[in-house]
């Protein structure tokens, strides 16, 4: 439909009226026909301006109409998105599960490998031992002839069991006579030792006792000495004395008139009674109270600023959303 131009229009009839002779016009036109052009004027004024409507209303059906569109294609967007991240997901839990049964397996081959691999060498290890046991005992055969050949012509034994159970006979004895003579000697050796540690402590009880009797002599001569310092230091002391009860005094004074304000300002009368530790306790605990509120109201104004500039950087997702639609 073709869009009804009113300057267009006023244009034309401005034109029209100003060529126009008003004396003709009045001699010529009654006030009914007059009135007749007014209501065509307004005829044409509404028609045109119900064409302009409906031009309107058809404009804003459309931009609905694509609006819609716009959004189920961001709906159908959104849904890709979705199915391409969870196969993403997919695609990496896969890879990973290949991955670590691939690396189990290869752990597992290197495992039998490096098992292969110490069987051989226990193999190679027990064959050596076989060879070196064998070497052993192709060396002692010989031993074994001469035990055999002193048996058949010694009258004593009668078997090579024989010879042997003597041997060990004569081994134990041979050993315990060995640790008596181990035990003969250390005895004595102890006796010794302890002979030359009653010469040693004789030596250093007589050494001490000269040095106690010498610092006995070199203590009462200091305490003689120290008798004057100590007398002027209790002079010293009592007079001191006076000055700390003093300064005690107003300590006290001071902790009590703290006490006194920490109540009045919480509304309460204070506790009479109390001993000064008591109220020094807790003073520290108001202290400590109040330092806790003032740190929690920075973090909390640093919180409220750090919301206020996310807020003014970050543009929300509706008006991105409306500045698309105005653009298309």
Known sequence: MATFNFEEYFQTKFTERLFQDPEANENHMTAATRLLEKKREMFDLEQALLAQKEEFQMKMA?????????????????????????????????????????????????????????KIKEKEKLAAFVKKQNAVIQREKVYRAYMETVVEKSSEF???????RKHDTLSSNLNDLIEKGQVTSDALDHCKQEYYNLLMKNDEATMRYTNTIADLTWKKESATSNAQKWESLWNHIQNTAARNVLLLGR???????????????????????EDIDEQLKKIKTYISDLSDIIMESEKQDAMLKENAMSRL????????ADAKVTRG
């Open 62 to 118: 459309s931009l609905n109409v694509r609006r819609e569109e716009l959004d189920k294609k961001e709906l159908a967007l959104r849904g890709s998105l979705v199915k391409f991240d969870q196969f993403l997901i997919e695609n990496d839990i896969k890879k990973q599960r290949a991955e670590k049964k691939a690396n189990q397996e290869r752990n597992a081959k290197e495992g039998k490998v490096a098992e292969v691999e110490e």
């Open 313 to 320: 950087t970050k543009p929300t997702k509706a008006m991105m």
């Open 251 to 273: 300590v006290k004074m001071a902790t009590e008139n703290v006490y006194i304000q920490i109540y009045k300002q919480r509304g309460i009368s204070p506790k009479e009674g």
């Open 158 to 164: 009668n078997e090579l069991r024989d010879v042997l």
